[in-house]
């Protein structure tokens, strides 16, 4: 692999807010899903689901747990990536938020676009989504292709971030 084009790829990733109606071909789910499957976990415990949503009207009301998100009703496809607290009391957020990273980069390379939906009602999307006890949703992706794409983000610049000892 290019390492060159890796970087090219984690650079031109954004975050998508608006969705063309298309849908997501099967294959490209499943890629996605791959992408995640294959994360590093701690102790590789792997504390992680997928729920694929498509139904309008489930994916609507996730939607309304969102604080920042109501674009997410035009997505035709979400994905919640769901954290079980049951198989790593400690780790089961970050392992989760990882994949879902991993899935980021990957619906990029097939030319879909996908936004990290942080800050929403976590019990009522658990409720939606019929999570257990021990599980939690640490993020839930709309996915569909871009219908516009935003400007290039900034990111800090690495003198400012780096430091040798
Ligand atoms: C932990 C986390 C939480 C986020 N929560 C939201 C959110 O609730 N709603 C939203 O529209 N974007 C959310 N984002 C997306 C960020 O706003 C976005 O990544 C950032 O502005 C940089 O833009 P870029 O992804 O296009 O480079 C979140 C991203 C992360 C990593």
Redesign the pocket.
Known sequence: MDPDELLVLMKA???I?AFKPDPVPEGAITKILEAARWCQSASNKQPWRFIVVEGKEVIKALGKC????NFIDQAPVVIAFVADSGVAPKWHVHDS?MCSHQACLMAWALGLGT??????DRDKAAALLGLGRDEVVATILPIGFPASV?KP?SRKALDDLVSYK
């Open positions: 990733r954004r975050s807010r969102a604080t920042y998100g938020s936004c990290w939906i942080g800050s929403m935003p983000t």
